[in-house]
């Protein structure tokens, strides 16, 4: 079992920054594939990044290319979300989620489905 905790939203301006932060318990947090995902009111949950094994590989939703960063320290099992240039079209929940499964040759998922634990969310309001 896996346990997973959000921390770090809140309510900003358009235009702030935030970094988002999901610490996982467990002592093979290195092993794996993490994401960060989004929910908006009344919408489906849609990934925001993806990290792999190798810190290294990433990926992004086209919507926030250039503004949110992802990345990992594995000695503190921690993944993190530095979000800049927020946007009201930003507000949502946001979720962490991890595979436990991934390999390393295993791609950057990004249907919720493929995760098998999610923290409890994160509020980001950001207003216009």
């Known amino acids: 079992q896996v346990q997973l905790v959000e921390s770090g939203g809140g309510l900003v301006q358009a235009g702030d920054s935030l970094r988002l932060s999901c610490t996982a318990s467990?002592?093979?947090?290195?092993?794996?594939?993490m994401a960060w995902f989004r929910q908006a009111p009344g919408k489906g949950r849609d990934v925001v990044a993806v990290?792999?094994?190798?810190?290294?590989?990433?990926y992004y939703a086209d919507s926030v290319k250039g503004r949110f960063t992802v990345s990992r320290d594995n000695a503190k099992k921690t993944m993190y979300l530095q979000m800049n240039g927020l946007r009201p079209e930003d507000t949502a929940v946001y979720y962490c989620?991890?595979?436990?499964?991934?390999?390393?040759?295993?791609?950057?998922?990004?249907?919720?489905?493929?995760?098998?634990?999610w923290g409890q969310g994160t509020q980001v309001t950001v207003a216009s």
């Open positions: 989620g991890a595979n436990v499964r991934a390999i390393l040759t295993t791609p950057l998922l990004t249907q919720d489905s493929d995760y098998h634990y």
């Open positions: 467990g002592s093979t947090f290195s092993r794996y594939l």
């Open positions: 990290i792999g094994r190798n810190p290294d590989n990433t």
